[in-house]
């Protein structure tokens, strides 16, 4: 059986028909999980034609996994002037579709979502929380306040009408978006750890020599992850006497914004911007180099950077948001948007080695609970469930 997956990340497509994509996280390795259960995944996502696939990117087709293009847009106007052949395109291939799953929120596949027979089984996998994503420091628009009521209005319509939801959360977006009674519901993260990911052991109290070094890693095209928060933050540990370096992986249009920020408030010598780093082992050589990760995130799902860090026993700060409640403990949280108290919790875990070792222990037996051994059997029942409801639909007609 053939499955339908939506996705909002952006790709590109080179002329031999190889979809690609900047995220490191979305190779095709990470769509070919649902061979698990199906024969065949058509991933149906934004696509902008390029000559070849860009230098250092990923690529998401391959064996099992065929690219469905659709027009490419970015930004509001741009979608407004695509989206009847978008809708077009959309309806030809979901009256075709098989099994459907939607990765939401996403305007493609609240688009596909409305485009379905009504009758149609589907998966729905809530990946983030748009009610978090137009919160009032997270994002600027003047529709904001409208945009934080309809789409997570609009998210718990698709929710509540949905065969089967997997939620990247334990607890937290399945109680703002339930499912329906009688809907077959789980809850795992997007995330692959492998054993490769984890370390042996946790890290023994820190001797204190050297600069405390933090580490954030996300990107930098939105603000979402609030790293001017965290840069703000940092000075603040300057002035009050920590040596302390902050180590910014990641990369997009804020950068230069950010680099700014970092030369205003005199720290060019303890913010370092590496850019765009690959996944896997380059990733795990930084964390495994800091002593501290931070995370001061506005709009969270289950953070994966996170999660990779722990499983490297790193001591980890974040902020009350999401699903990071779900992995940290609540001394090792401060409020989203208050650099004071994030500067606060920085200077009193660097100067608390008892504290530090204490925290990577928790953290590398939290991270455990998400090997990949462990989310996977999930996720095949999840997507095993949507089949077997399809197959019975498909079957009734």
Not at 39 to 47: H, I, N, T
Not at 96 to 114: T, V
Not at 276 to 299: I, M, T, W, Y
Not at 358 to 377: G, P, T
């Amino acid at each position: 059986m053939r499955v339908l997956v939506t996705a909002s990340a952006r790709f590109a497509i080179a002329p031999d028909g190889i979809l690609c994509t900047p995220s490191a996280s979305l190779t095709h390795r990470f769509w070919s999980r649902y061979l698990d259960v199906y024969d065949e995944v058509q991933l149906m996502v934004r696509a902008k034609p390029v000559a070849s696939v860009p230098e250092g990117w990923a690529v998401s087709s391959g064996p099992g996994v065929t690219p469905v293009p659709l027009p490419y847009y970015e930004g509001p106007w741009q979608y407004v002037k695509t989206r009847r052949s978008i809708v077009q395109a959309i309806r030809e291939v979901v009256t075709r579709a098989e099994a459907i799953h939607f990765r939401l929120p996403c305007s493609i596949g609240s688009l596909a979502w409305g485009a379905r027979d009504r009758g149609h089984p589907y998966g729905v996998e809530v990946v983030t929380d748009p009610y978090d994503v137009f919160a009032p420091k997270a994002v600027r628009h003047p529709l904001r306040r409208f945009f934080r009521w309809y789409f997570p209005w609009h998210l718990r319509r698709q929710v509540a009408n949905a065969t089967a939801v997997a939620y990247v959360t334990q607890y937290s977006l399945q109680q703002r978006y339930p499912a329906a009674a009688g809907a077959f519901t789980t809850g795992y993260s997007s995330i692959e750890l492998g054993d490769e990911a984890f370390v042996s052991e946790a890290r023994p109290e820190r001797s204190g020599d050297g600069p405390f070094t933090l580490v954030f890693v996300g990107s930098l095209a939105q603000l979402y992850k609030a790293p001017d928060v965290l840069i703000d933050a940092v000075g603040q540990c300057v002035s009050r006497g920590l040596d302390v370096r902050l180590v910014m992986v990641g990369d997009g249009k804020y950068r230069p914004q950010l680099e700014a920020q970092a030369a205003r408030l005199g720290l060019n010598g303890h913010v370092t911007f590496t850019g765009e780093v690959p996944g896997g082992g380059a990733v795990r050589e930084k964390l495994d180099q800091a002593d501290l990760f931070v995370l001061p995130s506005q709009v969270e799902g289950l953070p994966r950077a996170m999660v990779e860090a722990m499983a490297r026993a790193l001591p980890c700060i974040g902020t009350h948001v999401g699903g990071i409640p779900e992995l940290l403990a609540p001394e090792d949280i401060v409020r989203p948007g208050d650099a004071p108290a994030l500067a606060d919790r920085i200077v009193d875990v660097a100067q608390n080695p008892v504290r530090q070792a204490a925290m990577s222990a928790r953290n590398l037996a939290k991270a455990r609970e998400y090997h990949d051994s462990v989310l996977r059997q999930r996720r095949k029942a999840f997507y095993g469930y949507v089949r077997e409801q399809t197959e019975q639909w498909l079957s009734a007609r």
